[in-house]
């Protein structure tokens, strides 16, 4: 599971606490959203539904470098670290657009599960295959 996707964003006013910059919540909004951009794109998201399944965040952890201001560019890096019976942890690097500087970086463990019952369930090989044929597909390394 090698291919980086990578999302950008702008750091809105709504998001900025009264420390001036970027709350914490909002990076895993930004986790959240990058990773549902990353499953559309490879075809996961049409695939979950067809399954009558969905995936929600079981864990999510975050490394705090340096703080993101109102304005601010970033590029939310994110790729599948691997998948495991009903689990796939997912990473995430947070970069500042104008200078590269990494602002955070963390990990979220999904979990995919039956949409009807809520239970967990086991993720398909043809999920973990269109990450991997997307990866063999990224020359870079990176898909945007």
Excluded at 24 to 40: I, K, L
Excluded at 68 to 88: E, I, M, N, P, Q
Excluded at 109 to 126: C, L, Q, S, T, Y
Aim: charged share 20%.
């Amino acid at each position: 599971m090698d291919a980086i996707y990578r999302h950008q964003l702008t750091v809105t006013a709504e998001v900025v606490d009264e420390n001036r910059h970027a709350n914490n919540v909002a990076y895993v909004q930004w986790m959240q959203e990058a990773a549902m951009h990353h499953s559309a794109l490879v075809g996961c998201t049409a695939m979950t539904q067809a399954l009558g399944a969905t995936w929600i965040i079981r864990t999510h952890h975050i490394e705090y470098l340096s703080p993101a201001f109102a304005g601010d560019t970033l590029s939310v890096l994110t790729w599948v670290k691997d998948f495991r019976k009903v689990r796939s942890a997912r990473r995430y690097k947070f970069m500042r657009a104008t200078d590269g500087t990494v602002l955070a970086q963390g990990e979220t463990d999904w979990v995919f599960i039956d949409a009807k019952n809520g239970r967990p369930k086991p993720i398909p090989g043809e999920i973990a295959a269109a990450f991997a044929q997307s990866a063999r597909e990224a020359g870079d390394g990176v898909m945007e």
